[in-house]
């Protein structure tokens, strides 16, 4: 590089980094252009949360990226100027006012009260004088447009005790406030999405959905790095991957066992006649549930026996499961064909272990061998789970099946190709995988032994999602489509949902 290109570099470095707008105007460009933190690090060569950090002001672009995204800003910015600040209104001329005090409290605050027209000025405020009437405190008080009052009404209020103040929030108040700004903010990103496709389908339905299935893994990964933006938990996206985790090849099986149920019960017959009234029911959006489940944020680590039992740690196991007893109940591990050890998730181990323990009592607890573990959090997509299930609610109180069909498919499309996949290069999480799926099929599992318990047989339990029972299940489960209810399954081959059988013949 010459000299003279030397030097308008610098100069050109030097007057972006004297026009640098500040962290507020810096998130509104991104979200201007619709781009995701994860686009923009890419572009300038730093992480997400680096520009999430650079966006909330935590602390200011540095090279080598800065170059690039003020480069980047300035760009936006002349695409989508701020828009103009309203003028000032003009200042009204000085107006003689009457010399009312503010009523102040012992520690010489002033007192708040219920809010109403400052009698100087007549603008809204909660502060009081001391005869009761509204009135803002010293400087706070802006002259009117129109004749101030300069009397007070005929008839005098009486004093006021001094009100209790308000209570300040606490940290989990403001927490839960925050959280809830967030969270409509990014259900925000939903809404937009669907609108757009439907706009670009010309209102064609069938058109917009099919747009929105094609874009459903960006806009999840997008989705789910705007919830990170604030976490407190740095995850490794492309951890070291031992060879347990690795699918050995496109027609072999993954060696992970996430014990996917297939249960019939052996008393009944689904050929026998007979006049025994089955339900099929449906559990709603299992794997948008089975997000919430422990899962390692690190590089997973090698241990033996229960060395790496850590109840904060997740991961995958080498256990062979005891032998379940119950045949009226379905095996929590799934059907095997074969006996010995097998390579188990988190979530299917801590079911086991639950199993063994002095409330169920059901199974001895399995016995561990091997496992490779990462520190874990329960709450690692709980911010996406949350804003998902909020976008579903909403879709499903107004009908709209497009929303739902469009937010079904990015939570399954987020699970399914966090693996190995050619669709998703933003991380590679098997683990992760697995584990959610054992999860769904663990909650499944425990809808099973809720419906035993109060009396109801199981006739059958398969997928994630489908529980066959007798009896009156509304007594055991509340009926709906929301993520906590149940509902009756249709469109297979029990179509109406509801059918008949008899004893088995043996």
């Known amino acids: 590089m010459s000299e003279e290109a030397s030097v308008e570099a610098l100069l050109e470095e030097a007057r972006l980094t004297a026009w640098m707008p500040p962290a507020a105007e810096r998130l509104r460009l991104r979200q201007a252009a619709n781009l995701s933190r994860a686009q923009v690090a890419a572009a300038v060569g730093v992480g997400r949360t680096t520009v999430a950090n650079w966006e909330a002001g935590s602390s200011e672009p540095t090279p080598p990226g800065r170059l690039k995204y003020l480069r980047l800003l300035k760009g936006l910015a002349e695409i989508y100027p701020a828009p103009a600040p309203a ?14 005090e503010t009523l102040r409290g012992p520690n010489g605050l002033a007192v708040e009260g219920e809010p109403g027209p400052c ?12 005869e009761g ?32 103040p308000a209570p300040v929030p606490t940290r989990p108040q403001r927490r839960a406030r925050s959280a809830a700004r967030a969270q409509d903010e990014t259900t925000g990103l939903i809404g937009r999405a669907v609108h757009e496709e439907l706009e670009r389908a010309a209102g064609d339905v069938d058109i917009a959905l099919n747009a929105l299935v094609k874009r459903a893994i960006n806009d999840v990964m ?3 790095d705007e919830t990170r933006a604030t976490a407190r938990y ?16 496109k027609k072999e099986p993954d060696q992970i066992w996430e014990a996917r149920p297939s249960f019939r019960h052996p008393d009944y017959s689904l050929r ?20 919430k489940c422990w899962l390692p944020i690190g590089k997973l680590e090698h241990s033996t026996g229960t060395d790496g039992l850590d109840p904060k740690r997740s991961g995958v196991h080498l256990i062979t499961p005891a032998e379940w007893v119950h045949p009226h109940l379905p095996d929590p591990i799934g059907d095997r064909d074969e006996p010995g050890a097998l390579w188990v998730t988190n979530a299917t181990l801590r079911l086991l272990q639950r199993l063994s323990g002095p409330k169920y009592g059901l199974v001895e607890g399995p016995a561990i061998h091997e496992s490779w573990t990462s520190g874990a959090t329960e709450n690692f997509l709980d911010a996406l789970r949350k804003t998902l299930t909020a976008a579903r609610e909403t879709a499903l ?39 959610i799926h054992s999860q769904a099929y663990a909650n499944l599992w425990g809808k ?37 209810e149940m509902k009756i399954k249709h469109g297979d081959a029990k179509a109406s949902g509801e059918y008949t059988i008899g004893k088995a013949t043996r």
């Not at 003028?87 to 009312?100: D, I, Q, V």
């Not at 004749?147 to 009486?158: E, G």
């Not at 026998?272 to 089975?290: C, F, Q």
């Not at 109801?456 to 999602?465: P, Q």
Request: charged share 15%; proline share 10%; with cysteine.
């Open 397 to 435: 109180a107004e009908d709209d099946t497009l929303t739902l069909e469009y937010i079904k498919a990015m939570y399954s499309k987020f699970i399914s190709t966090m693996g190995e996949s050619i669709h998703n290069r933003e991380m590679v999480r098997p683990d992760w995988m697995h584990i």
């Open 133 to 164: 009437y509204p009135l803002h405190v010293g400087a706070m008080c802006r002259p009117a447009t129109t004749a101030p009052v300069t009397t007070a009404p005929s008839t005098p209020a009486p004093i006021p005790v001094s009100p209790t």
């Open 448 to 484: 099973a032994y809720k419906a035993h318990q109060a009396g109801l047989d199981i006739i059958s339990m398969m997928g994630t999602d489908e529980l066959h029972v007798t009896g009156d299940w509304r007594q055991v489960f509340t009926e709906g489509r929301g993520v906590s």
């Open 87 to 100: 003028a000032p209104a003009p200042a009204a001329p000085e107006a003689f006012t009457p010399a009312l």
């Open 272 to 291: 026998a006649p007979g006049d025994i009234k089955v339900t099929a029911l449906d559990v709603n959006a299992a794997y948008l549930s089975a997000l």
């Open 119 to 130: 009698i100087r000025c007549g603008v809204i405020t909660t502060h009081q004088s001391i």
């Open 222 to 224: 997008r989705l789910f």
């Open 234 to 249: 740095q995850f490794t996206a492309y951890p070291a991957l031992p060879d347990i985790l690795k699918k050995p090849s």
